[in-house]
T-cell receptor, first 111, second 115 residues
């Protein structure tokens, strides 16, 4: 079946602009995660959605970051007023039982 | 809090040889899952193998096997008959309890298979 998909694959933006990153999880997976992968910080957890429960936002680095999940499926990660330190690969994963399956990521470059 | 340590930033091995990647972790949990993920230059994070902490038998998936030492909190990955397509970053990861929490990752090992 289809895996986790993410769009766009790459995004270049100017400092101060807002960006939206999209994740389509594997059909039927109720849990969805966002992670950030950057050179200096490795792989960091950002946010976790599980069904209709309140999301775990404990990993969001600042209030410029937000995410939503509509209809229990597609998720959008929004970064407002982007900064150069936001440049990274943003990975989305959906989970079946204990295993998370990752999408191909979105590479964000903030100039 | 859990931590995962990969002490080998880079490794290289000749094609067809066997290589072992190290991972240690620290946790106070008794039940958890451990994973090895592979990330080739394409950036896609691919599951290689998983281990349940309450299972004493080491997991195997074709050429990939683990040496899980629960008391020592060690979880190494052995790749047998290495192939050029095994060239990638390898990440060790941990999730506590029933797996319904975030993954904690190690810093990764960059593995190069030399033809």
């Amino acid at each position: 079946g289809a895996g986790v998909s993410q769009s766009p694959s790459n995004k270049v933006t100017e400092k101060g602009k807002d960006v939206e990153l999209r994740c389509d999880p594997i059909s039927g997976h109720t849990a969805l995660y966002w992670y950030r992968q950057s050179l200096g910080q490795g792989l960091e957890f950002l946010i976790y959605f599980q069904g209709n429960s309140a999301p775990d936002k404990s990993g969001l680095p600042s209030d410029r970051f937000s995410a939503e999940r509509t209809g229990g499926s597609v998720s959008t990660l929004t970064i407002q007023r982007t900064q150069q330190e936001d440049s990274a690969v943003y990975l989305c994963a959906s989970r079946e039982r204990e295993t998370q399956y990752f999408g191909p990521g979105t590479r964000l470059l903030v100039l | 809090a859990q931590t995962v340590t990969q002490s080998q930033p880079e490794m290289s091995v000749q094609e067809a040889e066997t290589v072992t990647l190290s991972c240690t972790y620290d946790t106070s949990e008794n039940n958890y899952y451990l994973f090895w993920y592979k990330q080739p230059p394409s950036r896609q994070m691919i599951l290689v193998i998983r281990q349940e902490a309450y299972k004493q038998q080491n997991a195997t998936e074709n050429r990939f096997s683990v040496n899980f030492q629960k008391a020592a909190k060690s979880f190494s990955l052995k790749i047998s008959d290495s192939q050029l397509g095994d060239t990638a970053m390898y990440f060790c990861a941990f999730v506590p309890n029933f797996g319904n929490e975030k993954l904690t990752f190690g810093t990764g090992t960059r593995l190069t298979i030399i033809p």
